[in-house]
């Protein structure tokens, strides 16, 4: 598994808007000059943050982006289902893959199963909220 640039993208585009929520709604040349990425680029996952309901956009003077939900209520697993074809570790775990023939005698599917599980649950539980802290995420676990 290998984030690409736009999942990359699309969680510092919601986290930029959540850190700025109070201002209203945030023009899209505004959050490309923060966050450094090419606003050309950003258009395409605006839309599809927008198509997702995960923001509302507002056109004309005064326009721009806003989350739909807190921060507290957006993973960083639900972002990157949206902008990822798999998070799966392995072909063979991923959606849209065929059956495979060797599934009943593969020794290592119990591996890429729980690593998936590893993975999923690790990113379902870290918020746009948890982001937003400067600490690092992850680092607050007791023992």
Known sequence: MLISTKGRYALRVMIDLAEHQTDGFIPLKVIAQRQEISEKYLESI????????FLNGLRGKGGGYQLTKAPEQYTAGSILRLTEDSLAPVACLEESADACPRMQACRTLPLWKGLDK???DYLDNVTLADLMREEEVGNDYVI
């Open 118 to 120: 590893v993975i999923s």
């Open 46 to 53: 605006i839309k599809l943050l927008v198509k997702a309901r």
